[in-house]
């Protein structure tokens, strides 16, 4: 039945977006040639018959170039800004094409204001038409209509992730029915799904056809199967997708390479080992480093005074701490404690006594570690990136927390997305880690500008810096 439903649903969101296609082309023309301010001299040049003429060639070329960027299949689990992004891509490519044909049609009276009329109200009315009818079907299965009824194949902590996100997001509109499995017991029951029998089992249930999908989620220990699962799922007609059980190992969007049709994954793809992301990163930490120094420059005088008159010893704390490709570099802060022996072997705590009254306020506001633009300069560190440690915490880590060292493939920040993401202090490591991971293999330069800009209107004030 679901199958069928998305037959309709297909062709009525085809027809939809003819019609919006030719309404935001007659709109366009409307607009270009009726409005006071966008008449000209040339105007009205070409007859109204040939700019309606051009109808022909854009309702089924949009159609055709929806389909095949497909705009067409079904994306319960897909985020709203990436449809919008698919939506904005597609219509440019669209009205690129369009502009070419016209070129060599020789039609240059073609009024091109039109033409970038036309594309701003076609992607505008695509997008809300695209959102309200996103928002209804969810709508709707939020109240258990139009669901999608899945078997998974597959005891694992992917099965369980699986569950887990299904549960958490009704208005993708999954049901998980039960779960196969030749090593957990018949009965086991994990937030609500049942394993109900044997891998076997598939051979009686698939010619039922009561299934929309299959989800392969076989723990590791099990991959010798897969193939044999796949090729009887395959010859049922169920939609099957796999759901490796190695999330801990292969991030969420691996790299992958094609070596003469040998598919190759690499472990994990850190964009800032591409030469012209490096450029760019080097480029803003010098330019944001120099900018850091002049503006902060009096805090940085009120620091120096404040340290001098309160307690003896250095005004800048050097410490060694682990930096890019695990090499150690000597990071410098602003002295916030009391001169003492073991200032070195252990973290600061709550109430810590080893801190002066200077250096709680320069610690709550951050203006501590300003000194750091002196590492950016000279290239040990980064305005952006995840945080240094001393090297023996770092041996401990690598023991302790899976992936700890991979934050070390990227050069350490002044402030990161686990700081503004209120991961500071006495909090997580094993969270902290988390967030680090995500902002190296998700780095952009906005991403970046992000990071800073939420630095600095919530980042400098934190209850978790002691």
Request: charged share 20%.
């Amino acid at each position: 039945m679901i199958k069928d439903n998305q037959k309709v649903f297909n062709r009525i969101h085809i027809l939809l977006d003819a019609i919006i296609v030719a309404c935001s082309y007659y709109l366009a023309w409307l607009v270009k040639f009726n409005l006071p301010f966008f008449i000209d001299d040339d105007a009205g040049v070409l007859p109204t018959s040939t700019y309606m003429s051009a109808l022909y060639l854009l309702v089924p070329g949009y159609v055709f170039l929806y389909n095949f960027f497909n705009m067409y299949t079904p994306k319960r689990a897909t985020r709203r800004k990436y449809e919008i992004i698919s939506i904005i891509q597609t219509n440019t490519i669209g009205i690129l094409f369009f502009m070419v044909v016209l070129f060599i049609l020789k039609q240059e009276d073609f009024s091109r204001q039109m033409i970038f009329i036309f594309y701003i109200l076609n992607t505008t009315l695509s997008t809300l038409v695209r959102s309200f009818l996103r928002s209804t079907l969810q709508f709707f299965r939020r109240r258990r209509y139009n669901l999608r009824y899945i078997l998974l194949v597959g005891y694992s902590r992917a099965a369980e992730e699986y569950i887990t996100r299904i549960n958490q997001n009704p208005q993708w509109g999954y049901v998980a029915r039960a779960i196969l499995d030749d090593s957990v017991p018949r009965g086991t029951m994990y937030k609500g799904v049942k394993v109900v029998g044997r891998i076997e089992n598939l051979l009686y249930i698939l010619p039922e056809n009561k299934l929309d999908e299959i989800a392969i989620t076989l723990s590791l220990s099990d991959y010798d199967q897969l193939e044999r699962i796949i090729d009887l799922c395959e010859k049922s007609g169920v939609h099957t997708k796999f759901i490796p059980d190695y999330n801990a190992l292969v991030p969420s969007r691996p790299y992958t390479e094609d070596l003469m049709g040998l598919p190759v994954i690499n472990i994990r793809y850190v964009p800032l080992t591409n030469k012209l992301n490096w450029l760019i990163k080097r480029f803003v930490d010098v330019i944001g480093a120099i900018v850091g120094l002049i503006v902060f420059s009096p805090f940085m005088l009120a620091a120096v005074i404040g340290i001098r008159l309160t307690s003896r010893g250095p005004i800048i704390f050097k410490q060694e701490r682990v930096g890019l490709q695990n090499k150690p570099f000597h990071i410098y802060k602003f002295r916030t404690m009391e001169m003492k022996k073991d200032n070195t072997r252990s973290w600061t705590i709550k109430d810590d006594p080893r801190v002066t009254k200077i250096g709680k306020i320069l610690r709550s506001t951050s203006i501590d570690e300003v000194p750091q633009f002196f590492n950016i300069l000279i290239g040990e560190m980064s305005l952006v990136g995840p945080r240094p440690e001393q090297s023996m915490f770092v041996e401990q880590f690598k023991e302790e927390i899976p992936r700890y060292m991979i934050k070390h493939q990227v050069r350490p920040g002044l402030t990161g997305w686990a700081q503004i993401n209120g991961l500071r202090g006495d909090t997580s490591i094993r969270k902290r880690i988390e967030y680090d991971i995500f902002y190296i293999e998700n780095w952009t330069f906005f991403f970046d500008v992000k990071i800073i800009l939420m630095t600095i209107f919530k980042g400098f004030i934190s209850k978790n810096a002691y």
